[in-house]
């Protein structure tokens, strides 16, 4: 079934360090997304990126795009308390699939 | 501009009872997603819906639950029959142009069955 692996599962940072996340998917994928969630929030949307080797930044966070379309990556600089939540990558494969599958998610602790 | 709102936010069933929960999309917005999480989990596809039809259930159990979204009113989830594996939070989003577009998350039904 079509997947979208997410790793790490789990990051624990000290405030001011980078943090990185990877999604991973067997598949060509016509666009991807990125939810955060803040624990016991709902999902909020922050980036869609579209072309090949797209990359993007919202301040301290850069996304990117792989040039094969089959991953992305979402980075933190000097992550902030704020930063703490579960990060989710989403994507709609290519064809007629008419549902947006969501990564397995990275959850990240920041330590003050 | 209200955003997409969810009802109840908690609900309680007791084991055979049924469980429903109501979704108003955002406005503007005909696109409904529903998707179920678990307590450290991601979220997993259920179902999503335009008007009056349903594009894609696949990932919705066959029996016990069904959903529709009326011309009219709030898309409606409904769990027949609840069992204590149906406790998860579940979350309605909606969108204006389809998955391609960002997906607008309610804050969710937290469903606990005893």
């Known amino acids: 079934g079509q997947q979208v692996m997410q790793i790490p599962q789990y990051q624990h940072v000290q405030e001011g360090e980078d943090f990185t996340t990877y999604c991973n998917s067997s598949?060509?994928?016509?666009?991807i997304q990125w939810y955060k969630q803040r624990p016991g929030g709902h999902p909020v949307f922050l980036i869609q990126l579209v072309k090949s080797g797209e990359v993007k930044k919202q301040k301290r966070l850069t996304f990117q795009f792989g040039e094969a379309k089959k991953n992305s990556s979402l980075h933190i600089t000097a992550t902030q308390t704020t930063d703490v939540g579960t990060y989710f990558c989403?994507?709609?494969?290519?064809?007629?699939?008419?549902?947006?599958?969501f990564g397995t998610g990275t959850l990240l602790a920041v330590q003050p | 501009n209200a955003g997409v709102m969810q009802n109840p936010r908690h609900l309680v069933r007791r084991r055979g009872q049924e469980a429903r929960l109501r979704c108003s999309p955002m406005k503007g917005h005909s696109h409904v997603y529903w998707y179920r999480q678990l307590p450290e989990e991601g979220l997993k596809f259920m179902v999503y819906l335009q008007k009056e039809n349903i594009i894609d259930e696949s990932g919705m159990p066959k029996e016990r639950f069904s959903a529709e979204f009326p011309k009219e009113g709030p898309s409606i989830l409904r769990i027949q029959q609840v069992v204590r594996g149906d406790s998860a939070a579940y979350f309605c989003a909606s969108s204006q142009q389809g998955p391609n577009s960002p997906l607008h998350f309610g804050n969710g039904t937290r469903l606990t069955v005893t």
């Open positions: 989403a994507a709609i494969y290519g064809g007629a699939t008419n549902k947006l599958i």
């Open positions: 598949t060509t994928l016509s666009n």
